[in-house]
């Protein structure tokens, strides 16, 4: 097998007690291995520990143990080499469409001209021409994703970690974020990690999805899923769709289960 894009090896992370409080394990020795043009979905209940993990990776903490490989190099802060997008909107308030896309490319140097032609390539592939010149506060949040997840692609990154990024938008929303980011990564392959406690969103996106147990966090399994591409909402029906889901269901149930008995 070739070299991993991306090695997680034995990263836990425990975070100190606030005023004399226990401390929270929030992850346990975790390792995953990402090949690169791989689109891996981590679920998990909500508490387990499936953004500490990403944070780590994108270099926004730092892990108890172990340590993070992004293309054989050690992950020692954030870096143009991942683009990511959370639940909430991170877009510059201040800045119009044009200019969160464009933003990262300009703090690397990239001239005005291919600035703009890549700006408005990526304005063009999420859907957002006519919209160019508005701030995030005149977007519907489904339009503001879009903008980050053109932001973070714009900048042509290593990995795109993506952190519950259609957590807040409505479910119809949602829907046709999953097929515009699944319609991007069919065309341009790139490295994805991807956190949702959802376990449609999981399947419908992914080639594997990683379940981790309830906190404190670990990987207890890591299923592929083998639905063909292009894949269409229709796919959500399907018997094999349906045969993951009721598997992933029942392994996240149990999690559910022990998170809220406050295991
Ligand atoms: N900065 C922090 N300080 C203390 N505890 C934290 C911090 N960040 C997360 N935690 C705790 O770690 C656990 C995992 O959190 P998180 O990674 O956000 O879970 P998830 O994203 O799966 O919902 C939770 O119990 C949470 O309260
Ligand atoms: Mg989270």
């Not at 959370?86 to 703090?107: C, D, H, K, M």
């Not at 592939?125 to 879009?146: A, D, W």
């Not at 591409?229 to 029942?250: G, I, N």
Request: aromatic share 6%; hydrophobic share 40%; charged share 25%.
């Amino acid at each position: 097998m070739s070299r991993p894009k991306l090695l997680v090896e034995g990263v836990s992370r425990v975070f100190p007690g606030v005023r004399g409080a226990a401390p929270v394990r929030a992850l346990e020795p975790t390792n995953l291995s990402v090949a690169e043009n791989d689109f891996i979905t981590i679920l998990g209940p909500s508490g387990c520990g499936k953004s500490t993990l990403l944070r780590i990776v994108a270099g926004l903490d730092r892990p108890s143990t172990g340590r993070v490989l992004l293309d054989d190099r050690a992950v020692i802060g954030p870096g143009a080499d991942r683009g990511v997008v959370f639940q909430s909107y991170t877009l510059f308030p201040w800045l119009t469409v044009q200019e969160n896309i464009a933003y990262g490319l300009r703090e690397k140097g990239v001239a005005q001209n291919e600035r703009r032609e890549i700006v408005s390539a990526y304005i063009e592939k999420v859907g957002l021409r006519g919209f160019e010149n508005h701030y995030p506060k005149q977007l519907s949040g489904g339009m503001q994703q879009r903008t980050a997840i053109a932001r973070a692609l714009a900048n042509d990154p290593a990995i795109l970690l993506l952190d519950e990024p259609f957590g807040a938008l409505d479910n119809q929303t949602r829907a046709l974020m999953q097929e515009l980011l699944l319609g991007i990564w069919e065309r341009e392959r790139k490295t994805v990690l991807f956190v949702t406690h959802d376990i449609e969103e999981a399947i419908f996106l992914a080639a594997r999805v990683v379940v981790m147990t309830a906190r404190p966090g670990r990987i207890k399994a890591d299923i592929p899923v083998d639905l063909p591409h292009p894949r269409h909402y229709r796919m959500k029906t399907s018997p094999e769709f349906s045969e993951l889901k009721a598997r992933l269901t029942e392994e996240i149930r149990a999690e559910a289960v022990l998170a809220a008995e406050g295991h």
